[in-house]
């Protein structure tokens, strides 16, 4: 049943005009193109030009989401939904997310060259703001579609210079009426680079993902006592640096530890920050991921306890609060199933893996049936204008990604 060849040439020339240098594409080789910029404007033109010419119906909702639909046979049942996002971290690479729209455009250029009509329409779409680089937080656009935020709460994001998204997609000709969103789906696939290493260090052309790992971020608050450089020793001190440098370590540690959670400080924020003063209050942030729940709540428990005990030490106060969670999901056993099947019939090596970065996928999986793809990343780099795939398994991805829509749209 896997009768469609995703043509190289084309796929290569999507892939290069939704990052060329007219769409955000800078010198180093990337794309700088944050969400309703004029970038990110001249990427929407081109996204709507390219599924204009092949037939499709382009619309837009009220939170800039565009959706370019092929009719189906039975135009009233619910559609696939394929694509990914356009815009990219300040500067990005010239595959993340851009890789998901390109084979996306490449299977309704393959289903149109052989004149296929599917039972079900198909839907492509470009997700408005899925990095949450200028506006966030990351995957507004899905999150909207999927309930998750109001349009409102959306539109009203501001960025660094105080620009609402609302505005700033109104301003460049994307925002439309909530009566365009979508509101079901029959099934979803998105495809999307790694960003990790693991496909590379497994030799699979492509990754089969069966769950988006859960993650927890929480900020801890250390609270010492200030004073000068040179008005006491060590042992008259309440450091707030210290234990929290001690806490840093700690964290890792456990993790290394028990092997099934991960932890990141990412940022940390000194108070007052200067070379002669004792810090007399730290602030840190700590990233926690593991493959479930249950296992992030009892090793933050874990970490939190030993947080407790540094403070004590230390002679210093210590808050904990956790702020944001992803809960990941499991993506559709039957479409997965789909996956592995195609690729066995075109002789493509898989790899079933875990994501561990959130995606638009990861909203639409609450709405209904989703699945990802992962496509190589060459060393693992991303959110980098260094960032690439082997082009074998772009090529590897497209095939099954297209077999794949094919199956779904006519089941
Ligand atoms: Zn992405």
């Not at 393959?110 to 004149?115: A, C, I, K, T």
């Not at 700690?250 to 990141?264: E, K, N, V, Y």
């Not at 789909?338 to 561990?356: C, F, I, Q, S, Y």
């Not at 699945?371 to 074998?392: D, I, K, R, V, Y």
Request: charge should be negative; include cysteine.
């Amino acid at each position: 049943m896997s009768m469609l060849e995703p043509n190289h040439e084309r796929l290569q020339n999507t892939l290069t005009v939704l990052s060329d240098a007219d769409v955000g594409g800078t010198p180093g080789g990337g794309v700088s193109r944050p969400a309703a910029s004029d970038a990110d404007k001249s990427v929407r033109d081109c996204f709507v030009r390219i599924t204009q010419g092949l037939g499709l119906q382009v619309r837009v909702d009220d939170i800039g989401n565009i959706y370019a639909r092929r009719a189906g046979t039975d135009d009233s049942a619910e559609p696939v939904v394929i694509g990914s996002h356009l815009d990219t971290v300040v500067p990005g690479g010239r595959f993340d997310g851009i890789l998901g729209v390109a084979v996306a455009l490449e299977t309704v250029a393959l289903l149109n060259d052989s004149g296929i009509e599917t039972t079900r329409p198909i839907e492509v779409v470009n997700w408005t703001g899925e990095e949450g680089a200028r506006f966030p937080p990351a995957m507004l656009g899905s999150g909207v579609v999927t309930g998750k935020w109001s349009a409102e709460y959306a539109q009203s994001r501001v960025d660094a210079e105080g620009l609402r998204l609302g505005d700033e997609l109104s301003r460049i000709g994307y925002l439309g009426e909530q009566s365009n969103r979508l509101t079901a789906f029959h099934a979803s696939l998105e495809a999307h680079i790694e960003q990790g290493k693991h496909l590379e260090e497994a030799g699979a052309d492509i990754g089969i993902v069966s769950l988006i790992e859960p993650v927890r971020w929480c900020t801890i608050t250390v609270t010492g006592r200030g004073g000068h450089a040179g008005g006491s020793g060590p042992r008259q001190r309440a450091e707030a640096i210290v234990a929290a440098g001690r806490m840093v370590a700690t964290a890792r540690d456990l993790s290394l530890d028990a092997d099934d959670f991960t932890t990141t400080v990412g940022t940390m924020k000194v108070e007052p920050g200067s070379n002669n003063v004792i810090p007399h209050r730290v602030e840190f942030n700590l990233d926690i991921r593991s493959s479930d729940d249950d296992t992030i709540a009892r090793r933050l428990t874990e970490v939190t306890d030993r947080f407790g005990q540094i403070g004590r030490e230390e002679g210093v106060e210590v808050q904990v609060e956790p702020y944001w969670e992803m809960t990941g999901p499991e993506f559709a056993g039957e479409i997965r199933g789909l996956l592995r099947r195609v690729a066995d019939e075109r002789a493509v090596k898989w790899e079933e893996l875990r994501g561990v970065i959130g995606h638009d996928s990861l909203h639409l999986s609450s709405m209904g049936p989703a699945a990802m793809l992962f496509t190589q990343t060459t060393n693992g780099l991303s959110h980098c204008e260094e960032e690439s795939a082997p082009w074998e398994s772009v090529l590897a991805t497209a095939g099954v990604y297209a077999n794949a829509v094919l199956g779904l749209a006519n089941s």
